[in-house]
């Protein structure tokens, strides 16, 4: 028989209409309350971690869920995490880098409407994300509408419909369809050491946008504030150096000691600096290749790397290396797929 702690944080699925709208109020014993008693072949405890929207989510929090599930690793075969969709997949993306080595489940599950509501989606995804957690795998993953989604991999696409989450860049793992588990992934189950906590952070990181327009002086601000930057640009990673040129700009920041990450604004396929001259006008030795990894697990990674070391060269390289399968074609974490 499985021992499950389910951990909850609040979010959607643990909501009642307040006075301003939704705000958690509802105890983990009444979620599990909904899961079937047909048929068990587990045993689940819980415990709250904290009790907010996930819009309040903190990267200092991130710490706090994973320093549970390391204090609580040996007691239990597998975790669930009860959490809102809003910044669910960074705290996904942010666990997968501070526990390194998990050979178990850890899931990340949630709702778009309350579990107490008559028409949810709430049930159907704890007793997946239960169901899931029964199983012989390693890692952090994302269970929602039935999908399995490797941690670092996931993005919240949609703020109402149920299939609110898609996995970018990388193949669903599995598809759980009532007690069955259709895998899409064969995944390594070899355990490659002791679990590893790794929570020091440095949160002073920045996501910039780039649009048509925007001002090269404001480079000059964020240099100042941040140790980091991730810049979401255009296509395959340009950058502009016509009329308002940013390029030197982009330069300055390293300089200056930031980090500098480019990735691109497009969702799929990731972005490549080698294809036009926007983007060959940028230092790829300096600057952080992202390839395919979505923004979800830059920022935290970005944060983790930054919490390690200040070195630009290190982090560098530790930010272009595939960490619990966030970036392709250094994927290691599948054997094959099916």
Request: proline fraction near 4%; include cysteine; glycine fraction near 8%.
């Amino acid at each position: 028989m499985k021992k499950i702690l389910l951990l909850a944080t609040g979010g959607t699925i643990a909501s009642v209409e307040g006075e301003k709208g939704l705000t958690p109020g509802i105890t983990p014993n009444e979620i599990i309350s909904y899961l079937p008693e047909e048929n068990r072949n587990y045993q689940i405890d819980t415990e709250v971690v904290m009790n907010i929207d996930s819009t309040n989510m903190q990267p200092e929090y991130w710490g706090k869920i994973a320093e549970v599930i390391y204090k609580k690793y040996d007691q239990y075969d597998s975790f669930v995490i009860t959490h809102g969709t809003d910044t669910m997949a960074y705290t996904s993306a942010a666990l997968s880098y501070m526990l390194q080595n998990v050979d178990k489940p850890v899931i990340v599950t949630g709702s778009q409407l309350p579990i107490n509501y008559h028409k949810t989606d709430a049930r159907k995804n704890i007793v997946d994300a239960v169901r899931f957690a029964c199983e012989n795998v390693g890692g952090i993953f994302i269970v929602f509408d039935g999908r399995v989604i490797i941690g670092t991999r996931a993005i919240k696409m949609r703020t109402k419909s149920y299939d609110a989450f898609e996995s970018i860049n990388s193949p669903y793992i599995a598809y759980v369809e009532g007690e069955k588990v259709n895998y899409h992934v064969k995944l390594s189950n070899d355990k490659k050491g002791e679990l590893l906590l790794d929570t020091a952070l440095c949160p002073d990181v920045f996501l910039l946008k780039l649009y048509p327009g925007t001002k090269p002086e404001l480079f000059d601000t964020l240099k100042t504030l941040y140790k980091g930057i991730v810049i979401e640009t255009f296509g395959s990673g340009g950058i502009p150096f016509q009329g308002r040129d940013l390029s030197p700009k982009v330069q300055e920041l390293i300089d200056a000691d930031v980090a500098v990450v480019i990735t691109t604004q497009c969702l799929e396929e990731g972005a490549n600096l080698s294809v036009y001259e926007v983007g060959q006008k940028i230092d790829q030795s300096k600057v952080i290749l992202s390839r395919d990894m979505n923004t979800e697990a830059l920022l935290p990674k970005l944060m983790w790397t930054l919490g390690k070391t200040e070195d630009l060269a290190e982090v560098k390289k530790i930010m272009e290396t595939s960490i619990a399968g966030d970036r392709t074609p250094d994927d290691d974490l599948f054997d094959e797929v099916l």
